[in-house]
């Protein structure tokens, strides 16, 4: 598809989402930033989301998202990524043809649609996981269509492209595998070997760093550069403080020394608090969320640390300097 192709079909596309060009390239261009590339990238991001789904050319990439232990929060943050009806425009471009929060099918008719798209992609589609695995007495604590979820995992990865772990549950386990963990719950790090795995940590993960990393596999067809933690490096290659408006005042000793004192609502550092923001990787303070709102230090509360392995056993407790 050329550039006139492009300026044909785009209008018929996205006017009927209340999207305008303007607005299409403005996304492509923001997408384009996130992901660390020159501007000139904004229109092969454009043709790139543009020769599959929404203008009808060419075949969608299958995506099947398996959830497990979680509580449906990262599903909450995709589905509220910046710019959404351009973002819905982009899920287009994919066929999310398994998702059991999101699909209209259940029970039997869901577990066919699954093996349907295994059988006809094998090797060719996008897994994306939500959740920590228990794995306990067999699995017996997830069960999807009869089956032990660990089993549905590990059946569903072995015909995937590449796998997406979505939020800090699905690749460190997250909250599900804190101490005493009696579900022995675990992420797909430890149960899936010999896959390239994405992992997008948060709690939840910030909406637009999902659809950023969908937006790569349209326009390179693999993954972003990741990490030693299988993150990519565009969201979390530097840790929170570096980026935090409050940083300088860490520097000079300024800090909060309670909820409410006047550092505190004049907004001082709130390291004294127990803000984790030096050891913790994520690009939350450029990037928000809930469209760009506003993100847990900008609203009061100290970094958690909710993007690193086994934060809740080792960077807890919150409320206490531990880093």
């Not at 492509?28 to 050319?57: D, E, N, Q, Y």
Request: proline letters at 7%; charged letters at 20%; hydrophobic letters at 40%.
């Amino acid at each position: 598809m050329n550039a006139n192709d492009l300026d044909r079909n785009l209008p018929l596309a996205f006017n009927a989402r209340g999207v305008t060009r303007r607005d299409f390239m403005k996304f492509c261009g923001l997408m384009a930033a996130v992901l660390g590339l020159p501007p000139m990238f904004t229109s092969r991001i454009a043709k790139a989301i543009g020769s599959r789904g929404p203008l009808g050319i060419g075949k969608r990439p299958s995506v099947l998202w398996l959830n497990f232990q979680e509580c449906t929060g990262c599903t909450e943050s995709f589905t509220r990524a910046d710019h959404p009806s351009v973002a819905q425009a982009v899920l287009e471009s994919i066929s999310l043809d398994y998702h059991e929060t999101l699909m209209a099918a259940a029970g039997k008719q869901a577990e066919d649609a699954r093996a349907a798209v295994m059988k006809e992609s094998w090797g060719k589609y996008i897994l994306i996981v939500e959740g920590a695995v228990p794995t306990a007495e067999g699995g017996i604590y997830c069960t999807m269509g009869g089956k032990a979820g660990v089993d549905v995992m590990r059946e569903t990865a072995e015909g995937a492209a590449f796998i997406v772990a979505v939020g800090s549950c699905a690749y460190f386990g997250g909250l599900p595998s804190a101490y005493p963990n009696p579900t022995s719950a675990k992420g797909i790090d430890q149960i899936v070997k010999g896959k390239p795995i994405v992992n997008i940590p948060g709690c939840p993960p910030i909406g637009d760093v999902i659809m950023a990393t969908i937006v790569h596999f349209l326009l390179f067809g693999k993954p972003p550069t990741l990490d030693s933690e299988q993150r990519p490096l565009f969201a979390y290659g530097r840790v929170v403080h570096e980026m935090c408006r409050r940083s300088w005042q860490f520097e000079r000793g300024e800090m909060a020394a309670d909820f409410g004192d006047e550092a505190h609502r004049s907004g001082y550092c709130l390291y004294a608090l127990g803000c984790k923001g030096p050891v913790t990787h994520n690009a939350c303070p450029v990037m928000r969320w809930n469209m760009g709102t506003s993100w847990c230090v900008g609203a009061g509360h100290p970094c958690v640390g909710c993007t690193e392995r086994n934060f809740w056993d080792k960077l807890t407790p919150i409320y206490a300097t531990s880093v």
